[in-house]
């Protein structure tokens, strides 16, 4: 379980350091950053996949996503006393992301490349990443780090060895250099990475692909968009776990129910309450079938380490926002959840539940900052 999540120069962040729990509601008005902490989760994860600087250009490049505003801020700039200023002898501009969970940490920093070339100008540069053991980075707990070009592993003698002298600057030690001897756990870790999940693009318009029958496949984790819904809600039934998806349905639309048609290509119906005949998916509406999208992605037969949903409640009619929440909390003793929010139901109905972490954003002179959140210690690898 992730238990800090740090963030630097991105966007409207200037500097975050969060506590997440086992299950964490990040609120906050429009504008305050909620989006911003969301997309740095995500170029997190894409350093495991081996594309967070291909994630970076679709975003217009590192600096486009870099804070504008000053390294710190003055009193005086505070009080209004001085002008917005970058303050003398500040550090490079440098986009930070990193995390520390129950067994690993690890933190990248990128910046301006120094090697750029005539046809990739905007690519950044990964200038250090560390892995170590233990909530804060500290010499002990060290044990894999880039520099630049070079990355060098402590064996299980504890004893360094260089693992690469020549790393390319958008290349990370995480993809590299995991599958090296001696690198079992910055191969481990790059796995869990890999593992976690992301739910902001669900489709339900009405060309969307889970509205279509489909070829059925045994389909553990449903996609980020929620097109192969059909199978996963089949799997979920497979593996056992009828009973929980049919309650889950109950919960949601009293006296209703889902089966399954394989005449031809696979296809879910559902029964309503009242109705003489199943609905297929091209006649639900967005609510019904996003809240059938979000039930498979909660009762998944793998739980991942980590899911992420940003705006879950996005099309929901208010009488599903609390069985959404049950489900959550019931989802969260068996992977770690964050739910991105600005849905005052699904707050109020998850708030209750005694593990839930409320992190509550706001912006002030551009920053985005959690004010009453106390930020747990953090260290970040130096240059």
């Known amino acids: 379980m992730i238990t800090r999540l740090a963030v630097s120069g991105y966007r409207s ?14 609120t906050g008005a429009n504008g305050a950053g909620k989006s911003s902490l969301y997309r740095a989760l995500r170029l997190l994860a894409d350093v495991a996949q081996g594309r967070i600087v291909q994630s970076l250009a679709m975003e217009g490049g590192l600096q486009s996503t870099l804070w504008a505003g000053p390294e710190k801020f003055s009193r005086a700039m505070k009080m209004g006393a001085a002008p917005i200023q970058p303050l003398a002898g500040a550090s490079p501009r440098a986009l930070k992301l990193g995390f520390a969970s129950d067994t690993y940490g690890f ?9 750029a070339t005539m046809f990739f100008p905007l690519d950044p540069q990964i200038k250090v ?22 990355v060098r592993i402590r064996d299980d003698n504890g004893e360094w060895r260089q693992a690469a002298t020549a790393l390319a600057g958008v290349d990370s030690m995480m993809t590299h250099c995991a599958g090296m001897r001696d690198a079992h756990d910055l191969s481990i870790l790059r796995e ?16 969307a692909p889970a509205r279509r ?6 389909t553990p984790a449903l996609a980020d968009d929620g097109g192969d819904l059909a199978a996963a809600l089949a799997t979920i039934d497979e593996i056992g776990a009828a ?58 037969p793998r739980p991942p380490p980590l899911m ?26 068996d992977t770690q959840i964050i739910v991105v929010s600005h849905s005052a139901g699904l707050v109020d109905a998850l708030r209750g539940d005694d593990a839930c972490v409320e992190i509550a954003l706001e912006k002030q002179l551009g920053e985005t900052l959690a004010p009453e959140h106390e930020p747990p210690k953090w260290v970040w690898p130096s240059r």
């Open 243 to 300: 009973r929980a998806l049919a309650e889950t349905i109950a919960d949601a639309f009293p006296g209703g129910a889902i089966q399954f048609s394989t005449e031809g290509y696979f296809e879910v119906l559902m029964r309503q309450h009242g109705l003489l005949r199943p609905l297929r998916m091209a006649e639900l509406s967005e609510g019904t079938l996003r809240y059938l999208q979000l039930a498979a992605a909660l009762l998944t």
């Open 107 to 115: 933190a990248i920093d990128l910046g301006p490349s120094s090697t």
């Open 308 to 333: 992420v949903f940003n705006e879950p409640e996005a099309s929901l009619h208010p009488s599903l926002i609390a069985p959404l929440a049950r489900l959550m909390r019931k989802a969260a003793a």
């Open 192 to 207: 869990t990475m890999r593992r976690w999940r992301f739910y902001d693009n669900l489709r339900t318009d009405r060309e």
């Open 129 to 150: 990443e560390a892995q170590w053991t233990g909530p804060v980075l500290g010499r002990s707990g060290l044990f894999a780090e880039r520099r630049g070009l070079s």
């Open 13 to 26: 962040i200037r500097e975050l350091v969060l506590s997440p729990g086992r299950l964490t509601i990040v």
């Open 213 to 218: 029958p489909q070829v059925a496949t045994f």
